[in-house]
T-cell receptor, first 115, second 111 residues
Framework: NAGVTQTPKFRVLKTGQSMTLLCAQD?????MYWYRQDPGMGLRLIHY???????AKGEVPDGYNVSRLKKQNFLLGLESAAPSQTSVYFCASSRLAGGPIETQYFGPGTRLLVL | RKEVEQDPGPFNVPEGATVAFNCTYS??????FFWYRQDCRKEPKLLMSVYSSGNEDGRFTAQLNRASQYISLLIRDSKLSDSATYLC????????????FGKGTHLIIQP
């Protein structure tokens, strides 16, 4: 049981390049999330998914696209990278989004540097 | 709009001491509350959930005050391994759009 995994762990891009970050979970979770974490800003939600084939915008969705073609995978795409997208990206998953108790499990993060 | 606010610290505390953090939240409809721990360059991990009646897990005690809209975390007999950033996390009522994170409180336990 690997939990939540992310690939790649680290990437350097040039402005205007594109890339896809992959998140995979083996816990059969329904909900998956992409966050970015910047110094002094805390974790901010980019996009999320409440099930296979569904996606929704979070707090900071501009410049990103996502897809959830399979329940276990959640992809985050940058079509034309910008230096402002330099950040640490965390994927998370959870079984249910509501309810009195909810735990999100995080992947180890992807460090992205856009030059 | 600052939905979840924390003192960023750092809190420099000698080993063995007791330390407490508070966190305030603005959405009175928030349903669930958590403390996450994040080590340097690592992912956040759940430390404990915060129940209305308060709860304790070993050296850690969490309290919720809905009237004043704050939660607290108390660490007793602090260890060097407690050095980390502690994130206050709130689940807004109703929606599926994830958790709202505070920016974290940095704790340094000194030998």
């Amino acid at each position: 049981n690997a939990g939540v995994t992310q690939t790649p762990k680290f990437r350097v891009l040039k402005t205007g390049q594109s890339m896809t970050l992959l998140c995979a979970q083996d816990m059969n979770h329904e909900y998956m999330y992409w966050y970015r974490q910047d110094p002094g800003m805390g974790l901010r939600l980019i996009h999320y998914s409440v099930g296979e084939g569904t996606t929704a915008k979070g707090e900071v969705p501009d410049g990103y696209n996502v897809s959830r073609l399979k329940k276990q995978n959640f992809l985050l795409g940058l079509e034309s990278a910008a230096p402002s997208q330099t950040s640490v990206y965390f994927c998370a998953s959870s079984r249910l989004a509501g309810g009195p108790i909810e735990t999100q499990y995080f992947g180890p993060g992807t460090r992205l540097l856009v030059l | 709009r600052k939905e979840v606010e924390q003192d960023p610290g750092p809190f420099n505390v000698p080993e063995g001491a007791t330390v407490a953090f508070n966190c305030t939240y603005s959405n009175s409809a928030s349903q669930s509350f958590f403390w996450y721990r994040q080590d340097c360059r690592k992912e956040p991990k759940l430390l404990m959930s915060v129940y209305s009646s308060g709860n304790e897990d070993g050296r850690f005690t969490a309290q919720l005050n809905r009237a004043s809209q704050y939660i607290s975390l108390l660490i007793r007999d602090s260890k060097l391994s407690d050095s980390a950033t502690y994130l206050c996390v709130v689940l807004p009522g109703g929606g599926a759009d994830g958790l709202t994170f505070g920016k974290g409180t940095h704790l340094i336990i000194q030998p």
